[in-house]
T-cell receptor, first 114, second 115 residues
């Protein structure tokens, strides 16, 4: 069974440029999460989807970040424009449902903003 | 959970020695507890979890953790570590809120096993 797929694995951009990350969760997983992991810290939730509905986006900086999961399967996280402080690893995870007994993580996208 | 504290950012240990990675949390409601492991250049993967029942839970590779409600702790232990256990370990706590469950992760503990 394929795990959570993320692309790209690495991205280097200049500040003020846009960037997008893509995630394909495990087949059949209704819940999808986007996390940001800063260096030396644990993952911090940005947004959680139940199917195509964003049910928790309280930590998403909405002035520059946006996300979508149009058909309730794969998802895209976008930053526009990127700032230096956005450099981090962006993790996608999925679980069967919102009870979160176990989350399955992708390898992450390491973003460097110059 | 309001917070999850992993008291040690790095733990160096010799191969075959015992190890304990500490995790404390603060929460006013019932919680589920997890340890995730992240090997170099890989995603986080579940190591073990406590949902209910026995407070001592075990993983398939010899790790165990004990839920201590009075001390709000969920420390991870292994009696004899291997070089291959070198990784970063994250403690996580899930608690129910109005939108379902919310999971908070600790900052991680880097376990470095030396030969």
């Amino acid at each position: 069974e394929a795990g959570v797929v993320q692309s790209p694995r690495y991205k280097i951009i200049e500040k003020k440029q846009p960037v997008a990350f893509w995630c394909n969760p495990i087949s059949g997983h209704n819940t999808l999460y986007w996390y940001r992991q800063n260096l030396g810290q644990g993952p911090e939730l940005l947004i959680r989807y139940e199917n195509e509905e964003a049910v928790d986006d309280s930590q998403l900086p909405k002035d520059r970040f946006s996300a979508e999961r149009l058909k309730g399967v794969d998802s895209t996280l976008k930053i526009q424009p990127a700032e230096l402080g956005d450099s981090a690893v962006y993790l996608c995870a999925s679980s069967l449902d919102h009870r979160e007994n176990e989350q399955f993580f992708g390898p992450g996208t390491r973003l460097t903003v110059l | 959970a309001q917070s999850v504290t992993q008291l040690d950012s790095q733990v160096p240990v010799f191969e075959e020695a015992p190890v304990e990675l500490r995790c404390n949390y603060s929460s006013s409601v019932s919680v589920y507890l997890f340890w995730y492991v992240q090997y170099p250049n890989q995603g986080l993967q579940l190591l073990l979890k406590y949902l209910s029942g026995s407070t001592l839970v075990e993983s398939i590779n010899g790790f165990e953790a004990e839920f201590n409600k009075s001390q709000t702790s969920f420390h991870l232990r292994k009696p004899s570590v291997h070089i291959s256990d070198t990784a970063e370990y994250f403690c996580a706590v899930s608690e129910r809120n109005t939108g379902g469950f919310k999971t908070i992760f600790g900052a991680g503990t880097r376990l470095f096993v030396k030969a």
